[in-house]
T-cell receptor, first 115, second 118 residues
Framework: DAGVIQSPRHEVTEMGQEVTLRCKPI?????LFWYRQTMMRGLELLIY????????DSGMPEDRFSAKMPNASFSTLKIQPSEPRDSAVYFC?????????????FGDGTRLSIL | SQKIEQNSEALNIQEGKTATLTCNYT??????LQWYRQDPGRGPVFLLL?????KEKRKERLKVTFDTTLKQSLFHITASQPADSATYLC?????????????????FGTGTLLAVQP
């Protein structure tokens, strides 16, 4: 079975550029999560969707970050303009439902470096 | 604010011994707690879930306890193997009612690195 697929795996870009991260959740999963992981802060939830609708975006750092889920099989996380402090590993995860008795399935992440 | 604490220092143990990892939480009462394993360069992988009304959960060599009085979960790996070396993350859930609807999400600890020496 295909797991959660993220692209690109690595992204290196200059400060000020727009960055778009992509995620394909597991088919049949209704919830999708975007996380950011750094050494200092660990794994932080940025936003999550249930049935393509954003439910909680309180973790989105600021207006430079935006996320969309136009359909059940695709989501994007966009940073515009990017800054060096955005450098981190960004993970996408999906689960069957939004209930917390469901395990989350993670992709292998996008390692983002902003120079 | 809600806070999750895991041992920040690496845990080094000898192969065959039992590894015990600790997760403490403060300022809230989760209904569930999940444990994940993360290998370098990979995403976290789900291992076990335990509910607040369960004292203990087992899966093969893994055992998780959940003490809501102490606000603590312990994660045990018995007969540890070098292949068990990884970072282990605990993630209690956080449920909040707010204007516009409820949110229900996992709050991850920073993880504990386990190194099993052959």
């Amino acid at each position: 079975d295909a797991g959660v697929i993220q692209s690109p795996r690595h992204e290196v870009t200059e400060m000020g550029q727009e960055v778009t991260l992509r995620c394909k959740p597991i088919s049949g999963h209704n919830s999708l999560f975007w996380y950011r992981q750094t050494m200092m802060r660990g794994l932080e939830l940025l936003i999550y969707f249930n049935n393509n609708v954003p439910i909680d975006d309180s973790g989105m750092p600021e207006d430079r970050f935006s996320a969309k889920m136009p359909n059940a099989s695709f989501s994007t996380l966009k940073i515009q303009p990017s800054e060096p402090r955005d450098s981190a590993v960004y993970f996408c995860a999906s689960s069957r439902t939004g209930a917390n008795n469901q395990p989350q399935h993670f992709g292998d992440g996008t390692r983002l470096s902003i120079l | 604010s809600q806070k999750i604490e895991q041992n920040s220092e690496a845990l080094n143990i000898q192969e065959g011994k039992t590894a015990t990892l600790t997760c403490n939480y403060t300022n809230y009462s989760p209904a569930y707690l999940q444990w994940y394993r993360q290998d370098p360069g990979r995403g976290p992988v789900f291992l076990l879930l335990i509910r607040e009304n369960e004292k203990e959960k087992r899966k093969e060599r893994l055992k998780v306890t959940f003490d809501t009085t102490l606000k603590q979960s312990l994660f045990h790996i018995t007969a540890s193997q070098p292949a068990d070396s990884a970072t282990y993350l605990c993630a209690p859930n956080s449920f909040r009612l707010r204007i516009g609807g409820a949110t229900n999400k996992l709050i991850f600890g920073t993880g504990t690195l386990l190194a099993v020496q052959p």
